[in-house]
C-alpha cells in the first residue's frame, strides 16, 4: 500500500518559476526523501530530511517536514527546462538493516522552455 | 563506480515464457531491492535481501515471482511462467545499511518486460 501521497498528480510550470509539490503520508516516520525520475530511466535521490528536521536545503531544492501533519514539501526554485521528471517522495518508518522504503505514486512535473 | 547494473533492458517474450532478470548492486552495497513500477500502481516494492539473505518478500504477486541473491554482487528476479498483466518496468536499487544509517537507496536503469 502507499505510504506517501504525492499532489499534485501534474505540475505544469513556465521556465525560471518555483515548482512546489506535496507529500503525505499516513505512519510515523525515521526521515523523508525526495527522487526524481527523468523519463525511461531510474530513480535518483535528491534529499533526505529526518523527523527532527523542519526544513532542508540543497542548491535550489527546499524540503520542509511537518510530522504533526504527516505532510512534506518540495520547492524547485528557478525551475529550469532540465528539471522535467517525475518526482517521487519516500517514508523510511526506522533506521536500520532491514528497513526499508515505502514511495508515493508520484508527481509529473514539466517545464516550458 | 558503475553503479547498479540491470540486465537485460529490455525483454519481449511471449506468455508462458520464463522470465529472468538479473542485477548487480553497488559493490560494497549490503541491501539490495526488486520494484516493479507500472501506471497504474506506480512503484511498488516485490522483495528485498539484506546480506544476501531475503527479508520481506510480501510483495511478491504469486508464486510464479522467485528472487534469489546467491551472493553480494548479483541477484535474480524470475517469473515462470509469465502473463501479459507482468508487463512492466522491473528495477534494482540497492544501498549501504548499517543499524543506525539511512536507507538511501541507488537505482538501476530498470528492465522494461512486455509480455505478449
Known amino acids: 500500500s502507499q505510504q506517501g501521497e504525492e499532489d499534485p498528480q501534474a505540475l505544469s510550470i513556465q521556465e525560471g518559476e518555483n515548482a512546489t509539490m506535496n507529500c503525505s503520508y499516513k505512519t510515523s516516520i525515521n526521515n523523508l526523501q525526495w527522487y526524481r525520475q527523468n523519463s525511461g530511466r531510474g530513480l535518483v535521490h535528491l534529499i533526505l530530511?529526518?523527523?527532527?528536521?523542519r526544513e532542508k536545503h540543497s542548491g535550489r531544492l527546499r524540503v520542509t517536514l511537518d510530522t504533526s501533519k504527516k505532510s512534506s514539501s518540495l520547492l524547485i526554485t528557478a525551475s529550469r527546462a532540465a528539471d522535467t521528471a517525475s518526482y517521487f517522495c519516500a517514508t523510511e518508518p526506522y533506521t536500520g538493516a532491514n528497513s526499508k522504503l515505502t514511495f508515493g505514486k508520484g508527481i509529473t512535473l514539466s517545464v516550458r522552455p | 563506480d558503475a553503479g547498479v547494473i540491470q540486465s537485460p533492458r529490455h525483454e519481449v517474450t511471449e506468455m508462458g515464457q520464463e522470465v529472468t532478470l538479473r542485477c548487480k548492486p553497488i559493490s560494497g552495497h549490503n541491501s539490495l531491492f526488486w520494484y516493479r513500477q507500472t501506471m497504474m500502481r506506480g512503484l511498488e516494492l516485490l522483495i528485498y535481501f539484506n546480506n544476501n539473505v531475503p527479508i520481506d518478500d510480501s510483495g511478491m504477486p504469486e508464486d510464479r515471482f522467485s528472487a534469489k541473491m546467491p551472493n553480494a554482487s548479483f541477484s535474480t528476479l524470475k517469473i515462470q511462467p509469465s502473463e501479459p498483466r507482468d508487463s512492466a518496468v522491473y528495477f534494482c536499487?540497492?544501498?549501504?545499511?548499517?543499524?543506525?544509517?539511512?536507507?538511501?537507496?541507488?537505482f538501476g536503469p530498470g528492465t522494461r518486460l512486455t509480455v505478449l
Open positions: 530530511i529526518r523527523s527532527n528536521e
Open positions: 536499487a540497492s544501498s549501504y545499511q548499517l543499524a543506525d544509517s539511512y536507507n538511501e537507496q541507488f
